[in-house]
């Protein structure tokens, strides 16, 4: 079973910037979709951000020209740099896997915790 390791959350303030990084180890990365979702307190996971085995973008207008989504398929990572934070991305932002043909095939991160103070 694969499992994915997030880190880089934290707590900053407004403004400022945090990157998210999440590593997979038991598999093929180039294989998969992958990008973040969030969470925060009484609201629905959103998709924040993806990216595509052949290194297409897509992000949510929330975080459009704030955040900026990579990955890294020798070492099997993906990032998520977030700059300009604003409070209202204060959520638990979690990491997924999607295998691009075999589409059931999803695998999700921990999660870890963001807060953006005043």
């Known amino acids: 079973q694969e499992q994915l390791v997030e880190s880089g959350g934290g707590l900053v303030q407004a403004g400022g910037s945090l990157r998210l990084s999440c590593a997979a180890s038991h598999l093929t990365f180039s294989n998969y979709i992958t990008g973040w979702y969030r969470q925060a307190p009484g609201k629905q996971r959103e998709l924040v951000a993806t990216v595509t085995h052949s290194d297409v973008t897509k992000y949510a207008d929330s975080v459009r020209g704030r955040f900026t989504i990579s990955r890294d398929n020798a070492k099997n990572t993906v990032h998520l740099q977030m700059n300009s934070l604003k409070p209202e991305d204060t959520a638990v932002y979690y990491c997924?896997?999607?295998?691009?043909?075999?589409?059931?095939?999803?695998?999700w991160g921990q999660g870890t915790q963001v807060t953006v103070s005043a």
């Open positions: 997924y896997l999607n295998h691009r043909i075999v589409t059931a095939i999803t695998y």
